[in-house]
């Protein structure tokens, strides 16, 4: 058991999760109780795991015990399909073939999309003429690369895993592009300890800043299917949701990739658990590759400058002594990061080494800590 009150800060990026997975199993293995998580993309499911396995639980859709490790150690030998020399394979091949229970190429979709009657009145017709040059590329190229194949259940089951949880506040979130807001999905007990930090701020439906909260209802399985669904919805599934309608709510690693500020009022320690480094730690890109790798990298990094400044400010002025410690306290957050290069094709295939060296690193870590 921990000393302090503890947070956990889980970036998603993409299929690339083993990180955090070996953060959380290594926690599960130190005893270390965080008061409040906070995961956004693909961690959503990984803290589901991790709630399951942390209270023996069953899963709820199959009945069969839940093992966060020997559940990766079947995705890396399903995925895992060239020796290491050509281990570069493995991410194009994936592309081209899917991730069975997880995503598939949208080929029909494709060719559906493709042949779609270009006009069907006359309004289309005038329509079409004018816009003649977006509508070949909509066709071309089109938003759909993708199919998701999560089922409604689990991601019901998903949803409501988390918003029972009585002892660990969750936060994750999506986003909402026409309104420009992400939106913020808390479960009551994460409503519970932020209300004691401040008071009447947390209340469902609240904007602050270009933040919107909603608080999860366990008793609403169509919010918490939709929330999760959102949460898990990649710019590369397309803008259709499954009923053909426009989605306007995605994936919010998007906009905001580590949920941190909103943890710090209420942990001592914040774990930062980073699936990549602030650093480009290695040659200037040469190729096209490179090039979208760095892009990435800069793009999931661009939001998590901000969202320890504060904190950072914070500490620096209570060194000081310019602000008052009955009102604020020190914060010390911990990054514990993959320091290896990860090639732009490789973002969906999880590697076990990956979570070998955060299981290690973050062990080491807590060992350190005297957690």
């Known amino acids: 058991m921990s000393k302090e009150s503890i947070a956990f800060a889980l970036g998603g990026l993409g299929g690339f999760n083993a990180h955090g997975i070996g953060f959380l199993q290594a926690s599960l293995d130190q005893g270390i109780e965080p008061e409040l998580i906070s995961c956004t993309s693909g961690q959503i499911y990984w803290t589901w795991r991790y709630l399951l396995q942390k209270n023996h639980e069953p899963d709820p859709l199959t009945g069969t015990s839940v093992n966060m490790e020997q ?137 602050l800043g270009d933040t919107r909260i909603r608080v999860l209802d366990p008793n609403n399985p169509e919010q918490l299917r939709e929330a999760v669904d959102a949460a898990l ?57 490179q090039v979208s790798n760095l892009v990435t990298q800069l793009w999931f990094n661009a939001s998590y400058s901000g969202e320890i400044a504060h904190i950072d400010l914070i500490n620096r002025l209570l060194r000081k002594e310019h602000l008052p410690k009955e009102h604020y306290r020190h914060v010390e957050l911990t990054p514990v990061e993959y320091e290896t290069r990860i090639h732009f094709y490789e973002y969906f295939v999880e590697r076990w080494s990956v979570y070998q060296d955060a299981y290690d690193n973050s062990r080491a870590c807590f060992d350190d800590l005297d957690l």
């Open 233 to 289: 919805w990649l710019y590369l599934y397309g803008f259709k949701d499954r009923d053909g309608n426009e989605r306007t709510l995605i994936d919010g690693a998007y906009h905001r990739q580590f949920i941190v500020r909103e943890l710090a009022p209420a942990a001592q320690r914040i774990f930062s658990v980073r699936p990549q480094s602030v650093e480009w730690k290695e040659a200037m890109p040469t190729n096209s590759f």
């Open 71 to 207: 559940e990766l150690r079947l995705e890396v030998d399903k995925t895992n399909r060239f020796p290491k020399p050509l281990s570069w394979l493995d991410g194009p091949v994936m592309a081209m073939s899917g991730d069975p229970g997880i995503f598939s190429p949208a080929v029909k979709q494709y060719w559906q999309n493709w042949l779609s009657p270009y006009i069907n009145s006359a309004s289309d017709f005038d329509s079409f003429w004018k816009q003649w040059g977006e509508e070949l590329m909509n066709r071309m190229f089109p938003a759909q690369v993708f199919v998701p194949e999560r089922s409604p259940e689990s991601m019901l089951a998903i949803g409501q895993r988390l918003a029972s949880e009585s002892e660990i506040g969750i936060l994750f979130n999506a986003f909402d592009a026409p309104a420009g807001e992400e939106v913020l999905f808390i479960n009551p007990r994460a409503q519970q300890v932020l209300d004691q930090q401040r008071p009447g701020r947390y209340v469902d439906g609240a904007l």
